[in-house]
């Protein structure tokens, strides 16, 4: 059985940009108020200048772009870093920009392979993903590779089930196309922001 090599779709990069942006607003929407309130009684009480609440907000924006620009910066070769192989014998996901990981998991260890999409997926991209589970240490199956972006996500479905049925003869893995499960955002911002502070260690203090 040949090598099946496959990388996520354009789809997902743009996913990435506009979910980076919401988390972007979310922390703005957070920070401002609590901004306001702080620093705007203490002008009423005449502790601090008129001028202090737009330096404070000010700095609350810098403090947002601080981390967003350069998420943003890394979301198209952090998406270009991401590829799936499916061996004959194991699924291997390569993913990281300088922090480079690459992940095999052999089908001995494969107890179910879950396809799912999420809200955005389904309305604004049409792309999926592929959960691949293996039996944690307690026995209860955990995650233990991610195949996300696929544009022909049922396609690698049914590549990975017949590779599947080699190790586990009336294995029938479950397929949930339409379950709607929380999107993988945050994996993806701790990959990005583990990028950024690997980029922060490389140039050195005095460069920063």
Sequence with gaps: MTTKTLTPSRQYLYKLVIVILIWGLIALAVCLPMVWLIVGEKIVDR????????IALGLAVLADLIWLVPALLLARPYYRSISYELAAEEIIVRIGIWTKSVKYVPYRTIT??????GLLDRILFD???????TAGVSGQ??????????AEYEEVYDAVRSRL???RGGLAPTQAEEEPAPMPTDDVLCEILREVRAIRQRLG???T
């Excluded at 601090?48 to 609440?53: G, H, K, M």
């Excluded at 792309?127 to 589970?133: A, K, P, R, T």
Aim: charged letters at 25%.
């Design 205 to 207: 203090p005095d460069e």
């Design 112 to 117: 179910n392979i879950v396809a799912r999409r």
């Design 127 to 133: 792309i999926g993903q592929l959960d691949v589970q």
């Design 47 to 54: 502790e601090l200048p008129p001028t202090a609440l737009g």
């Design 165 to 167: 049925q080699r190790f």
């Design 141 to 150: 199956a955990k995650v233990e590779a991610k195949l996300v972006g696929l």
